[in-house]
């Protein structure tokens, strides 16, 4: 059974409403846990949408339909709070089979000593990015992740509430949550719940109508201690997103 405080944060994380569904190279929900320190750690995003939208969210951007989108994500443990990354390439995979680069990111992780070891974790992610034109309407942008979660048992219950920026003030900036429930059936599978959405700007939040969810169903395997995978499946629950989402998430310590 859930404990009573681990239930209301999940009711917390499944009451917060999703929006639309834009490209992304990564869809995943931190946990706080970092590389320790002194080591690298190489993680690959690969995201794959064999039914969704047939139209770009702007001129000249990526079509969704039968795209192919990830990035080589490297992080460095600097110390047992503070974790670097560097997002390079970002790549896309077009509908009509052509290989692009979609720009670059770099990142720093914030968190708690030892998240994995704790019943209450949290932590803070800054991450700056410089895009290509057809990956995003903005040359550069700047993601601020919060994490906050729970270990209870064999449970996890983490939020991630995202601000997106892209530099034109804070009303402008998106507020896009993500939130993710598990549950650990060994040391080595997981299996779980995840749910991505974007309310829009701060100022003034879309209608519900140009809102849209994506849910995934989600299984974790550790291969080892320097392996693991995720595999994921998501659905749009409106109109307005993707219908089906496939991530593959490919972890390697260096």
Known sequence: MIPEHAAWLLLTCLAIPGVAW????????????IVDPGKFELTVHSNYTPDGQKQAAFPGGVVP?????????????VADFLEL??????YTVTN????????GKVRTLWVVPHARQREFFYGMNFEFSYNVHHWESTR???????????H???WDLIINPILDSDFKGIGAMHFAPAERVAYNASNKWAFGLEHYGDL????????????????FAVTDYTVDE??????GAGHGLTSQSDDVVLKLILNHDL
Not at 23 to 28: A, G, R
Not at 65 to 77: M, P, V
Not at 85 to 90: A, M, T, W
């Open 152 to 154: 209870e048992g064999r």
């Open 65 to 77: 339909n039968h795209s192919l989108n990830g990035a080589f994500e490297w992080a460095y443990g």
């Open 96 to 103: 009509r089979g052509d290989p692009q680069f979609d720009g």
């Open 85 to 90: 990354g560097l997002y390079l390439p970002v």
């Open 226 to 231: 320097a392996n693991s995978i995720e595999f």
């Open 140 to 150: 550069t942008a700047l993601e601020i992740r919060p994490i906050a979660g729970l």
């Open 200 to 215: 829009g700007p701060l100022r003034d939040f879309e209608p519900l109508s140009q809102q849209s969810q994506t849910l």
């Open 22 to 33: 834009a490209q992304t190279d990564e869809i995943q929900v931190y946990d706080a846990a």
